[in-house]
């Protein structure tokens, strides 16, 4: 199995705090350009109403899936992603299998072989939709000491991540969550790391820092 297949595959493995939150909502995909191959985790695959396994991901069957409204703007991001790769991020809508409409973010960036070369595109879905599933709160529970810990960290990456996806703070939690189990990184040092990579290499456009400014002295 490639590196690129265990990114999906040991998604089904990942332990308690997964099980118990994070692939409800968040999930991975992989886009391979050779044969155009998709691969979906087991939760993406939930998202779309199959059970894992039993159906295989192509362009065709995304985009037969995007609400007819947003269809049109997702095949153009397909495109780009099949053709040019780079990073990308969507917010749409889905029609899963049973008709139910689902609201999701969709984020990813280039998959590199170890030339360097792009091969394609990873990343992860986040449904957004609004449920009555609070069992995040019981990963909570199990990182908690990891939050007493360094809860202002943990804090300022789940405001990022609401700020620039428009997302919940229990959604930005899974986030934080579920790239801590696909890495084996602990969830305060993926909090840390996120704010060292902003502060050091992120640099907010003249124009977006001058409308937050506005926003600010007339709030």
């Known amino acids: 199995m490639s590196t690129a297949d265990?990114?999906?595959?040991?998604?089904?493995?990942?332990?308690?705090?997964?099980?118990?939150?994070?692939?409800?909502?968040?999930?991975?995909?992989?886009?391979?350009?050779?044969?155009?191959?998709?691969?979906?985790?087991?939760?993406?695959?939930?998202?779309?109403?199959?059970?894992?396994?039993?159906?295989?991901?192509?362009?065709?069957?995304?985009?037969?899936?995007?609400?007819?409204?947003?269809?049109?703007?997702?095949?153009?991001?397909?495109?780009?992603?099949?053709?040019?790769?780079?990073?990308?991020?969507?917010?749409?809508?889905?029609?899963?299998?049973?008709?139910?409409?689902?609201?999701?973010?969709?984020?990813?960036?280039?998959?590199?072989?170890?030339?360097?070369?792009?091969?394609?595109?990873?990343?992860?879905?986040?449904?957004?939709?609004?449920?009555?599933?609070?069992?995040v709160t019981e990963t909570v529970d199990e990182v908690v000491a990891d939050i007493t810990a360094s809860r202002g960290a943990i804090e300022q990456a789940k405001g990022m991540l609401m700020a620039i996806y428009s997302i919940p703070a229990d959604r930005a939690f899974d986030i934080l969550v579920w790239h801590s189990q696909q890495t084996n990184v602990k969830l305060r040092e993926v909090a840390e790391g996120l704010l060292t990579r902003v502060a050091t290499e992120f640099t907010v456009p003249t124009t977006v820092r001058t409308r937050f400014d506005h926003l600010l002295l007339h709030t």
Do not use: C
């Open 6 to 135: 265990e990114h999906v595959a040991n998604e089904g493995a990942m332990g308690p705090i997964a099980e118990s939150g994070a692939p409800h909502r968040v999930g991975g995909f992989l886009y391979h350009r050779d044969g155009d191959r998709w691969e979906w985790s087991d939760t993406v695959a939930r998202m779309h109403g199959y059970e894992p396994g039993t159906v295989t991901p192509t362009t065709t069957l995304l985009l037969s899936h995007k609400h007819p409204d947003d269809r049109a703007y997702v095949a153009q991001t397909l495109h780009a992603i099949r053709t040019s790769g780079g990073a990308f991020s969507s917010r749409h809508r889905i029609i899963d299998a049973k008709g139910v409409t689902r609201s999701v973010v969709v984020v990813g960036d280039r998959l590199l072989d170890d030339t360097g070369e792009s091969i394609g595109s990873s990343g992860f879905y986040i449904d957004i939709t609004d449920t009555l599933d609070r069992t």
